[in-house]
């Protein structure tokens, strides 16, 4: 048996050190504009060196001395070792030059469009459970009932269904059934209609109303032929219930007219502003590319601290150390505000020259391109350009796109060149729109059309993709 013993040994291995000031680019860099601005914001009320340049437009000496794109890196800034130097043996003004504005953050173009400040306008609207407890406040006196209401409202999920038996109801409040469904079918009456139904088809019934022929017969296809209307066999429930095949597909589109999720209305994601981070611009036969720095606040070194930092030596130590740490903290912020905008500039550059055939004829323009061609064409890592192209919409003639729209895997055709994956989605969807809807095509007839243009797909991708676009199946398709 071999001994065990200990030994040194030395190793020479590379590894990636997440600076302070790499960690703080790569924030900034995944970062949405809204909470760029934020962040600086509250950088401001928390680091005094630092200052917002409030003056509308900079100087032109100011303009002159920005930091241009190419310049920038992420890069420490070379400050002296606490231990070895002091603040007299460094020359901060290499840090300042001449101006105080050397340090703003601006863009090097000038955009002149005004974006409305939609924010301003937007007001939050009441919940699905705050509608319905108004209204039941409104109807119920009784303290027993609003106990029960309010709480069958809370176990009314976003699409305004009832997620608790009655029985539950009743054996967690020691609460009579009489008294449960009394309130229940009360919750059930108020606006929208067809909340706090607990299936599909009581939420439909709920919505159907009048006496007459119509309705009842309306009724008896939700209660026991749902399923079949479902999948459109419309023969089926014309014969269980006598009437001619019309007439079912005419109590049909009555069905469909009624809302599956009533309380959508209220708790659906509401309308979302976009605020572009780039514009695209044609002039003439070129792209003109503009980062959007508007509302950001361009920073710069305040005056005090840069004195203290330049003639400081009469500086109690702890002053001088607390104020090179803060100019380092700051410094790091305006580079890496730079650096963002530098990276998302060159970001969208490089899409825009891998799918000029798309800004110039839309969709059928549209190449097969990887995060890897662009790291590779801008010489930057594949998760810098997934971080900046993350939750980033740029404004071109063709719409308002998120940068990661134009990322798209590809198939290779019958004539030996690749065609978008989103290209293919798109002949899809015409292909779906221009059949005859009483003999939709079925998946493998879409294939042959596919096959047709050359372009050869296996069946199951076209399934996945029909369902990616929320397109149904040949037989729910049909109609009569």
């Known amino acids: 048996m071999a001994g065990i013993g200990l030994r040194l040994e030395l190793k020479q291995t590379q590894r990636l050190l997440m600076t302070p000031s790499l960690q703080l680019a790569i924030r900034l860099l995944q970062l949405t504009k809204l909470d760029l601005v934020q962040v600086v914001r509250q950088e401001l009320v928390e680091t005094p060196l630092l200052e ?19 310049d920038l890196s992420l890069a420490e800034p070379e400050l002296p070792a606490q231990e070895n130097s002091s603040l007299s043996e460094v020359d901060w003004s290499q840090y300042f030059g001449d101006d105080d504005n050397n340090r703003e953050t601006s863009s090097n173009y000038e ?28 109807i119920t006196q009784n303290d027993q009932e609003r106990k029960i209401g309010e709480i069958i409202i809370g176990n009314i999920d976003d699409n305004g269904y009832l997620k608790i038996s009655v029985e539950e109801l009743c054996e967690s409040n020691e609460t009579d059934t009489q008294t449960a469904h009394k309130v229940l079918k009360q919750i ?4 929208p209609t067809g909340v706090g139904a607990r299936d599909l088809r009581e939420c439909l019934l709920l919505q159907i109303q009048g006496s007459d022929e119509s309705a009842h017969l309306i009724r008896q296809i939700i209660e026991h032929h749902l399923v079949n209307l479902e999948r459109k066999k419309y023969p089926a429930v014309a014969s269980a219930l006598k009437i001619p095949i019309q007439r079912v597909v005419e109590l049909a589109q009555v069905i469909a007219s009624c809302d599956p999720k009533p309380g959508r209305q209220f708790n659906a994601e509401q309308a979302r ?4 981070d780039v514009y695209v611009y044609k002039l003439e036969d070129e792209y003109v590319i503009v980062v959007n720095d508007e ?13 203290i930092l330049t003639k400081g030596n009469d500086a109690p130590q702890s002053t001088r150390k607390y104020v090179e740490d803060k100019f380092r903290s700051a410094l790091w912020l305006i580079k890496s505000i730079q650096q963002r905008q530098s990276t998302l500039f060159k970001v969208t550059e490089s899409i825009v020259n891998f799918q000029q055939a798309f800004l110039d004829n839309g969709i059928s323009g549209l190449r097969p391109l990887t995060l890897k061609d662009v790291a590779l064409d801008i010489s930057m890592h594949e998760s810098t350009v997934s971080r900046v192209t993350t939750n980033k919409y740029v404004q071109t003639p063709r719409g308002i796109f998120e940068l990661k729209y134009f ?7 019958n004539t030996g060149s690749t065609i978008s994956s989103v290209r293919i989605k798109d002949i899809i969807k015409r292909i779906v729109a221009a059949e005859d809807k009483s003999r939709p095509l079925t998946d493998i007839q879409i294939q042959s059309i596919l096959e047709q243009r050359e372009i050869d797909i296996a069946r199951r991708t076209i399934t996945k993709y029909r369902e990616t676009l929320n397109i149904a199946s040949a037989g729910r398709r049909k109609e009569f």
């Open 52 to 70: 917002e340049v409030v003056s509308e437009t900079p100087s032109a000496d100011s303009e002159a001395q920005e930091t241009s794109a190419e």
């Open 407 to 413: 990322f798209h895997s590809g198939l290779e055709t």
């Open 111 to 138: 955009h002149k469009e005004v974006t409305p400040s939609w924010e301003s306008t937007l007001a939050k609207l009441p919940s699905l459970q705050e509608h319905l407890l108004w209204q039941f406040h409104l």
């Open 188 to 191: 059930q009456g108020l606006e």
């Open 295 to 307: 509302g950001i606040p361009r920073l710069r070194i305040n005056n005090l601290y840069k004195k």
């Open 273 to 276: 502003y976009v605020i572009p």
